[in-house]
T-cell receptor, first 112, second 113 residues
Framework: NAGVTQTPKFRILKIGQSMTLQCTQDMNHNYMYWYRQDPGMGLKLIYYSVGAGITDKGEVPNGYNVSRSTTEDFPLRLELAAPSQTSVYFC???????????FGSGTRLTVV | DQQVKQNSPSLSVQEGRISILNCDYTNSMFDYFLWYKKYPAEGPTFLISISSIKDKNEDGRFTVFLNKSAKHLSLHIVPSQPGDSAVYFCAAGLTGGGNKLTFGTGTQLKVEL
């Protein structure tokens, strides 16, 4: 059982480039989330989805876009990368209970 | 506005002793709370949770205590083991709000031999 899979694990982008962080889960969870973690900070919610076709903004959505065309996949798109987007990005899924998310292993992104 | 706070960035404990990690929150609407454990280069993993209708939940060596009047929760690990060395995040959620969680900044626990 793979759980939540994120790709790539590492990436270096130049300012102004764009990329898509991939996230897929095989647990048939309806809820999915994207968080970012900056050094010494907690996880901040970027976007979330409560089901296929439904997405909504979190606390720090600026500079990002998401889509949810299937239950399994929840890609995060960065347009016009900026140094402020240097961070570790975590995708997570949840069946809709209060029993805790399952997180992916993260993508470490550096924008130079 | 940091709604969930972990004021101790680090904690060092001897093996076999008790580890106590603390967390404070400001939003009285939160109705469930969780603790996550995170090793380097891995995603956080769920450890234990507690509903706001309870004041204690226990799972093996891990116990979470909730004091709603003080808006404070704590995680007790007894006995502490070297494998418990990790960053611990507390998180708070609001049922029906898309199950979104608000995380604290984390406490680095080091369990020494």
């Amino acid at each position: 059982n793979a759980g939540v899979t994120q790709t790539p694990k590492f990436r270096i982008l130049k300012i102004g480039q764009s990329m898509t962080l991939q996230c897929t889960q095989d647990m048939n969870h309806n809820y999915m989330y994207w968080y970012r973690q900056d050094p010494g900070m907690g996880l901040k919610l970027i976007y979330y989805s409560v089901g296929a076709g439904i997405t909504d903004k979190g606390e720090v959505p600026n500079g990002y876009n998401v889509s949810r065309s299937t239950t399994e996949d929840f890609p995060l798109r960065l347009e016009l990368a900026a140094p402020s987007q240097t961070s570790v990005y975590f995708c997570a899924s949840d069946p809709g209970s209060n029993y805790g998310y399952t997180f992916g292993s993260g993508t470490r992104l550096t924008v130079v | 506005d940091q709604q969930v706070k972990q004021n101790s960035p680090s904690l060092s404990v001897q093996e076999g002793r008790i580890s106590i990690l603390n967390c404070d929150y400001t939003n009285s609407m939160f109705d469930y709370f969780l603790w996550y454990k995170k090793y380097p280069a891995e995603g956080p993993t769920f450890l234990i949770s507690i509903s706001s209708i309870k004041d204690k939940n226990e799972d093996g060596r891990f116990t979470v205590f909730l004091n709603k009047s003080a808006k404070h929760l704590s995680l007790h690990i007894v006995p502490s083991q070297p494998g418990d060395s990790a960053v611990y995040f507390c998180a708070a959620g609001l049922t029906g709000g898309g199950n979104k969680l608000t995380f604290g900044t984390g406490t680095q626990l080091k369990v020494e031999l």
